[in-house]
């Protein structure tokens, strides 16, 4: 029996993810501190692959618009299964860099250009869609970390044996991304594209200078900007307050797992009543949930809010998807992806290096209060602005 298209593209995304996610957690820090680097250089490396969506996501969008999806994929997938053999051959701290820009560009690629191929597969349903595709790759980003950690936990006696061996199960994942991905067909789904430079020109300009479509990049970027943001310093508030690796663990992990299950559901939800209110309703609670955990001392109290802005960002990321294509042709929705993607990578980029700033000089509590006041201001802005948009074009 032969998988759809639509099955194949999300066990393309599981291992496609999952390949990406045991590169980097908590490997990647680990390997670039065996190598001798500082603690500046190790953040340095770390950012090279988001640094590298932010670059590419766009361009690889228009060019699926021109040239295909299943062209751009293929191209994705080839980064994903090649990558991973470099770090298997001795390497310095800035081969190191290089390889994990080579790496990102597999992400950039491949996230907005899937995106675009479930939007352009399904004409109804594509919240819901939208949402089973992405819970399949966070299960792949939620087990990756585990099958990391354990590999390396098993051999620290050889911490070169086990970076070689995390490294190799990435290859294999990648491999198998790449075969998954050949077996893809897309047929009605896709017209393959003969545009002129000059009309994709036109395409990038046309999609730039829409407005809904640039606020709903904007406010997933600012919903992007908290969750960068908790995910970098919840482990080292948690810390400050006492509490082990094991516990700080379990609040990230249970954040994944709530967006993992609730994504398709919150996905529906948009389809059946409405994009726009549920973002902003989302971003709302997002914001109030990681405004608390300045506030919260006990774990039981950090994990309420963590799993809180979890099941926010699924009913915040389930919507804006699905309303970027709802607001794009065929023509034009892998350039829209594009353009998303970036923002996203902005605002995920951006959280941890301006919260880094107000925790330094004012305080964890503060951290978190200043980024729910900006999700909150781009939550409202991107309502009022949505709603009078709306009705220009009614």
Known sequence: ?????????????????????????????????????????????????????????????????????????????????????????????????????????????????SLALVADIFKTQRGEKLGWFTTSTLIGRFIAPMAGGSLLGMMVMNPEMGFKTV????????????????????????????????NSFEVFKG??????????SIVEGSVLFSYGTLETFLPLYATQLGMNPYKTGILLSAQIITLSLTRPMMGRLSDKHGRIRQIFLGALFGAVSIGSLGFLTSFPGLLCASVSFGLSLSTVTSATSALIADLTTQENRGTSMGVYGSVMDI??????????????????????????LILIIIAIFFMIKMKHLESKHT
């Not at 496609?16 to 500082?38: D, N, R």
């Not at 999806?69 to 470099?86: D, E, Q, T, W």
């Not at 990435?170 to 017209?191: D, F, M, N, T, Y």
Request: with cysteine; charged share 10%; glycine share 8%.
């Open 1 to 113: 029996m032969r998988l759809s298209s639509f099955t194949l593209l999300c066990v393309t995304g599981f291992f496609a993810i999952f390949s990406s996610s045991i590169s980097k957690s908590p490997v990647l820090p680990l390997l670039a501190a065996y190598l001798g680097c500082t603690p500046f250089e190790v953040g340095l490396i770390a950012s090279v692959s988001t640094f590298t969506g932010i670059i590419f996501s766009l361009p690889a969008g228009l060019l699926s618009d021109r040239f295909g999806r299943k062209k751009m994929l293929i191209v994705s997938l080839i980064v994903f299964a090649s990558a991973p053999l470099f770090y298997l051959i001795p390497i310095t701290i800035w081969q190191l860099a290089l390889i994990r820009f080579y790496h990102g560009l597999a992400t950039a690629i491949f996230i907005p250009i």
């Open 167 to 198: 490294y190799g199960i990435c290859a294999v994942a990648g491999i198998l991304a790449l075969i998954a991905g050949l077996q893809i067909r897309v047929v009605s789904a896709e017209v393959i594209k003969t545009n002129s430079l000059k």
């Open 207 to 216: 999609v730039i200078s829409n407005r809904r479509i640039l606020w709903a």
């Open 347 to 372: 605002g995920h980029s951006l959280g941890p290096l301006l919260g880094g700033v107000v925790s330094t000089y004012y305080g964890f509590r503060n951290c978190f209060i200043s980024s729910a």
